[in-house]
């Protein structure tokens, strides 16, 4: 089992970043593959923002944030991290991380991921 626990949510004006944290323990919680997904208000599903392969090496981000969005993780501390930068008010959201079990691979799709956080809220205004 692990568990994941996100930090790093807030408030922020349009432009502005946020750096959030997850927070990983468990079994063996550094060989996991992890994402990061967000639910907009109003919307039933979670969409994947970002991902990254459990060495760090691969990553994959939704196209509405590349090149503002950055994840990555230290292994050692058995943290994933998203610094979000320029950021936008369509980017508000809960935001969630998420492990995906027995995997060495880059995972996108919600459905493939075994644990999840319990979201930590970001909000952007105008």
């Known amino acids: 089992q692990v568990q994941l626990v996100e930090s790093g949510g807030g408030l922020v004006r349009a432009g502005g970043s946020l750096r959030l944290s997850c927070a990983a323990s468990?079994?063996?919680?550094?060989?996991?593959?992890m994402g990061w997904f967000r639910q907009a208000p109003g919307k039933d599903e979670r969409d994947i923002v970002a991902?990254?392969?459990?060495?760090?090496?691969?990553?994959y981000y939704a196209d509405s944030v590349k090149g503002r969005f950055t994840i990555s993780r230290d292994n050692a501390k058995n943290t994933v991290y998203l610094q979000m930068n320029s950021l936008k008010p369509e980017d508000t959201a809960v935001y969630y991380c998420?492990?995906?079990?027995?995997?060495?691979?880059?995972?996108?799709?919600?459905?493939?991921?075994?644990?999840w956080g319990q979201g930590t809220q970001v909000t952007v205004s105008s």
């Open positions: 991902a990254i392969s459990w060495s760090g090496i691969s990553t």
């Open positions: 468990g079994r063996a919680s550094s060989r996991y593959p």
């Open positions: 998420a492990a995906k079990d027995q995997s060495l691979g880059l995972h996108s799709i919600m459905g493939e991921y075994d644990y």
